[in-house]
């Protein structure tokens, strides 16, 4: 077989998957439409919402691997959350649990062997046990406070046997557990940084103020200053310009490298700046995101914003700055 028709063969077979997949998720939106389907979800979202513990989410095998995903969604977004391994929890793991608690446990069939010690230790102890599975007259389902019962769908996989559309259908209920959570605590932007300090993401959550220079690293010399004052300034900080600011340190222009280079053959050095000030430069405040000054950048074609308040200089930042905390 030629190798463009195995690549169309591929191609057919990966659309067919994510035919059949987007048709599970068509089903799953169908039952949540339903009395029985989202009734128990208003339920455990309500109960997870007012936990006075954390949130122990379980499973075993490929749901086990969507509990964890579950798990580090929930605490990424500012709900206490935990995974819990059922082979560790059998082996002493179990007193992760307090009776505070509420165990969020995933199982396709319902009948996950590994997951019955969790369920006798929840009932022992009075934990709020919920649990998401497509059979609710399983030994899970029958065991559980709450059954999130999720309609029976196709596998994708061929032999209708390795999990594909089954751990689609729960990985969307995980994040829209997730999420109702987001809205009923009102969780911001703000505080979703607090759990994303790093990388691109905790970048674009960044503010200027964050990263901008102060006090004597911002490049500054006053207007009546000379052209000599402000090389000898520009050649002392790193951001190929300087501000120009009056008496009350009020931001009134801006004098660059390259004006200094359209100027410096044919005037004289000891000129005052301000004859060759632009007197319009691009200021942004302290609060904004880095995401926008990179936009503000880019749209103005310059390379260096200051930052004022009330008219006043109070920080520099440098494009290689936004760059350097993630982005670009």
């Known amino acids: 077989m030629k190798i463009e028709a195995l690549q169309t063969q591929y191609a057919a077979s990966a659309l067919k998957t994510l035919n059949i997949e ?25 109960s997870l919402a007012s936990t006075r513990g954390r949130i122990v989410v379980t499973g075993m095998g490929k749901s086990g691997h969507i509990a964890r995903k579950i798990a580090a969604t929930m605490r990424s977004t500012g709900t206490s959350a935990l ?20 165990v969020l446990a995933i199982t396709w069939s319902g009948e996950t062997k590994e997951l019955s010690d969790i369920f006798h230790y929840c009932r022992h102890y009075g934990v709020e046990l919920i649990v998401a599975t497509a059979h609710p007259e399983s030994t899970a389902g029958r065991a559980a406070d709450i059954c999130l019962q999720l309609p029976v769908v196709r596998e994708a996989c061929p032999n209708a046997l390795a999990p594909t559309s089954s751990t689609t259908l729960q990985l969307v209920l995980g994040d829209a557990l997730a999420v109702a959570l987001i809205e009923v605590r009102g969780f911001t932007s703000s505080d979703f940084r607090v759990f994303h300090p790093g990388g691109r993401l905790g970048a674009q959550l960044a503010t200027v103020s964050e990263i901008m220079g102060i006090g004597d690293a911002i490049p500054r010399v006053h207007r009546h200053a000379t052209l000599v004052n402000a090389t000898l300034e520009m050649s002392r900080k790193r951001y190929g310009c300087t501000a120009v600011v009056d008496e009350d340190d009020m931001l009134v222009g801006v004098f660059t490298d390259g004006d200094l280079r359209r100027c410096i ?38 390379s260096v914003l200051f930052v004022v308040e009330a008219g006043r200089l109070i920080g520099a930042v440098h494009m290689h700055d936004i760059v350097s905390a993630g982005l670009g």
């Open 83 to 102: 995974f819990l391994h059922p082979g560790e929890a059998s082996h002493g793991d179990l007193g992760i649990i307090d009776r505070n608690d509420v």
């Open 265 to 302: 053959v044919v005037n004289s050095m000891s000129d005052s700046i301000g004859e060759y000030m632009s007197t319009n430069p691009v200021t942004v405040s302290s609060d904004i995101l880095l995401p926008e000054a990179l936009r503000i950048m880019n749209e103005r074609s310059v």
């Open 22 to 46: 987007m048709q599970a998720l068509e089903t799953l939106r169908a039952a949540l439409q339903s009395p029985g389907l989202s009734e128990a979800l208003e339920k455990a979202i309500h």
